[in-house]
């Protein structure tokens, strides 16, 4: 009987170890929800449709420029002449004018209004970006606590098993009272844990499904509690390239803040140009007409006039250089942060997999080493003490395996997400590669 109560703790051991080797050199299993849900998803988000807005608004404002900022106005009047003589007339007058651009401007403005909507394309895409980086750490997060409400479940049922098992032994005087109550202590352990996981997956589980309508439940995606999780992120390297650096250099050829923020100094410039222009003053051109006298006389003519240049203008110009230069600075800060967090990124996920190493390695031990307390209680070599102080450790070994194993694969995943290897934005292109 004693054998009896050990067996249902070795055979889950035996289990995962049969399953780490065996599933070792498999390909990484697919933890991302599909990705046509995922757009479906990201595109509903306030912020992704925020910045959709913006595109119209730059739109509309691109095609202001390129209108040009001069209205044709009509204007008329009426005149009463009075001579000395006491005769009276009645006289009227018509006139339309208009401001004419300087070929120069037109086609600045034209430059810098294909600018403005070229901005807003990259803040839709880079505003995507952000809230799909959000929606994998939530996504992460939700897995983590399904998967550990997971096994503390299977954890707890086990050891319920193995407190049946120990109370028919002590009904059959083959126990002591004292080894009841060690394992109804254990028992009662692992049941406050595995409700306090279940509370906290339900809770992190109800928030991302509030905030991401339409996501499958991550739960739906878990592996059964026996078998291990492999995680293993793809090397970026050819041609003898370090890996890491290849990676960072994907990130960065197709970067959307990187983008947004050369787009943004491209069109500061262009308005300093812009503005430069500005200091020759735009002309008005006009007709009019006149009916004098009474009908007597009719005048028709042309005029023109031009404002001269003042201080002013030339104080905003001087002000839309250092706007310019302003936004050089920005950019040259931008880039830096950019590569920065590249690099962190791509150093984040190495240091997922060597953990991740390092956390199945400290399993295996852990594992054994509750096997052969096991096989010890059972031949009467060791106490219950040990043999449940084993599992427990056996358990905590567990729980930081898959929780490095998580870890890593949400690693892989910014690292794909930053190098856009997944979860593209509608129009960017088919990405290399889906998860």
């Known amino acids: 009987m004693r054998r009896a109560t050990v067996r249902c703790l070795t055979v889950l051991a035996c289990a995962v170890s049969l399953a780490c080797g065996a599933r070792a050199q498999e390909m990484p299993r697919a933890v991302l929800p599909p990705p046509a849900t995922v757009q479906e998803v990201l595109v509903q988000l306030p912020q992704v449709r925020a910045a959709g807005a913006g595109l119209a608004l730059a739109q509309a404002r691109g095609e202001r420029l390129r209108a040009g900022p001069h209205d044709w106005v009509a204007k008329a009047g009426a005149n009463q002449r009075r001579e000395q003589g006491g005769t009276r007339y009645a006289e009227t007058e018509l006139g339309l004018e208009t401001g004419m651009r300087w070929p120069g401007k037109v086609a600045a403005d ?31 997060e939700a897995l983590r606590a399904a998967r550990t409400d997971q096994l503390l479940q299977a954890q707890e049922a086990l050891m319920a098993r193995t407190l049946a098992a120990t109370q028919r032994r002590v009904d059959l005087g083959e126990a002591a009272t004292l080894e009841l109550l060690a394992t109804q202590a254990e028992h009662a352990r692992v049941k406050a ?57 994907r990130i960065l050829e197709d970067n959307h803040e990187l983008e947004l923020a050369e787009a943004q100094a491209g069109q500061t410039r262009l308005q300093a140009e812009r503005m430069q222009l500005e200091r020759t ?46 936004a050089q600075q920005e950019l040259a800060r931008t880039r830096q942060r950019v590569e920065a967090e590249a690099w962190r990124v791509v150093g984040e996920a190495a240091q997922a997999r060597a953990t991740l190493a390092q956390q199945r390695q400290a399993l295996a031990y852990s594992e054994k080493s509750a096997a052969l307390q096991a096989r010890a209680y059972a031949l009467g070599e060791s106490g219950l003490g040990d043999w449940l102080l084993a599992q427990r450790g056996a358990l ?31 129009g960017h292109g088919t990405p290399h590669a889906e998860h």
């Open 396 to 426: 905590d070994a567990r729980l930081a395996a898959e929780t490095a194993a998580l870890e890593a694969q949400q690693a892989q995943a910014r690292v794909l997400l930053d190098a856009h290897r997944i979860w593209t934005p509608p």
């Open 110 to 140: 034209h430059q810098l209004g294909a600018a403005v909507e070229q901005v807003a394309v990259l803040a839709q895409a880079d505003a995507w970006h952000e809230a799909a980086r959000t929606l994998l750490a939530d996504w992460f």
């Open 281 to 326: 003053p735009d002309p008005t051109v006009g007709v009019r007409a006149t009916r004098e006298r009474g009908g007597q006389e009719h005048v028709l003519g042309v005029y023109v006039s031009l404002p001269l240049g003042s201080a002013g203008r030339r104080a905003d110009a001087q002000a839309a250089l250092a706007q310019a230069d302003v």
């Open 193 to 249: 844990q595995a409700a306090r996981a279940a509370a906290q997956a339900m809770l992190v589980r109800q928030s991302l499904l509030r905030r991401y309508p339409g996501l499958p439940d991550p739960a739906s995606l878990l592996p059964p509690a026996d078998a291990p999780w492999p995680a293993e992120v793809p090397e970026g390297g050819t041609d003898g390239q370090d890996p890491a650096a290849a990676w960072v250099a």
